[in-house]
């Protein structure tokens, strides 16, 4: 799962990663920093998977006032 | 009379919580160190502080995996039966986590550790921790913190402020922080969270003894929820009058 800075959310890390890109010479407008968390789940099947995934998040994993969540699901 | 007991819980990573024992002896209460791992507080308890330094370090959020050790269980409890609770810096952001105050704390947008004396003005006098101040008197209290932007969305900011809420305001912007918001109380009024740290500020020697109010005022919020406690329990029939103020689950 990727969990990132919500839209309009201030990323000053992102802001810092995008001012050392353009010292370097590169482009780049803008950086958003946020991270990958891998999971691998004992659950019966994908629906399960996700279901538990997202109390994952609500729980712990993400804080939805300052995050957006994205879940991708494959076979280990 | 007896000093009031507080509580100050004691996470892996904390690291202010012998200051804020020290500095609630020296204005007049019992400090009581309790482990994260404790699943219920002393039942002498009348108050509790969650102090300052990076619990679990740091790790996924500030706050984030503090705000579900046992002893927050018994924190959440005593906070709905109407018992204060001051969370100080990462007290602050382990009471975001566990949703006890509204907004989260977000990295300084300078991205980086700010540590100095401040300048944090009291807006709303008339709270458990700000009674010894009056509205509008500016505190000098240090600050160190390198996630101390407080955010919430704007219906939530207006709704604080309109209710009061936002009790505290840094005079000038240290850290991104929205609306300058230094610190924060629940709807009901007896937990607060903020980031400035009173307990550093007892002692005119060293810059400014402002954080004393707060802390006696702690102090004197606990001597109370140990009285209302005790009289709810010896007389049962007169609840009501004597019981703490209830607070609203959580959700």
């Known amino acids: ?76 | 009379m007896s000093r009031p007991v507080v509580a100050v819980v004691v996470f892996p990573g904390s690291n202010d919580d012998h200051d804020a024992a020290w500095a609630l002896r020296a204005v007049g209460a019992e400090p009581v160190l309790v482990w994260h791992e404790e699943t219920a507080l002393p039942s002498s308890v009348g108050a509790v502080v969650l102090p300052g330094g990076f619990s679990y370090g740091d790790y996924l959020r500030t706050g984030a995996i503090a705000s579900l050790a046992p002893a927050m269980g018994a924190v959440r409890a005593f906070a709905a039966a109407g018992g204060p609770v001051l969370g100080i810096c990462n007290g602050f952001q382990i009471l975001c986590e566990s949703r006890l105050l509204p907004g989260a704390l977000l990295p300084n947008r300078q991205l980086e550790f700010v540590c100095r004396d401040t300048g944090v003005r009291v807006e709303n006098s008339d709270t458990l921790f700000t009674r010894r101040c009056w509205a509008g008197q500016e505190l000098v209290l240090p600050i160190k913190h390198g996630e101390g932007a407080w955010f919430a969305d704007e219906g939530t900011f207006f709704r604080l402020s309109a209710r009061g809420q936002i009790v505290l305001r840094y005079t000038e912007d240290v850290n991104g922080s929205l609306g300058r918001v230094a610190g924060v109380t629940n709807e009901v009024g007896n937990v607060m969270g903020l980031m400035p740290h009173p307990e550093h500020a007892l002692d005119p020697l060293l810059g400014s003894a402002d954080g004393g109010l707060l802390l006696a005022a702690l102090a004197d919020a606990a001597a109370e929820h140990t009285l209302a406690v005790a009289s709810a329990t010896a007389a049962p029939e007169r609840r009501g009058g004597a019981s703490p103020p209830r607070a609203r689950a959580s959700p």
């Open chain 1, 1 to 76: 799962m990727f969990v990132r800075p919500k839209e309009g959310i201030l990323d000053p890390q992102g802001d810092a990663v995008q001012h050392s890109l353009e010292k370097l010479g590169f482009g780049v407008v803008r950086v958003r920093v946020g991270r990958v968390i891998d999971l691998e789940v004992d659950a019966a099947d994908a629906a399960d998977v996700r279901a538990q995934v997202e109390r994952m998040c609500s729980e712990l994993l993400a804080n939805p006032l300052i995050e957006s969540v994205e879940i991708h699901l494959g076979e280990s």
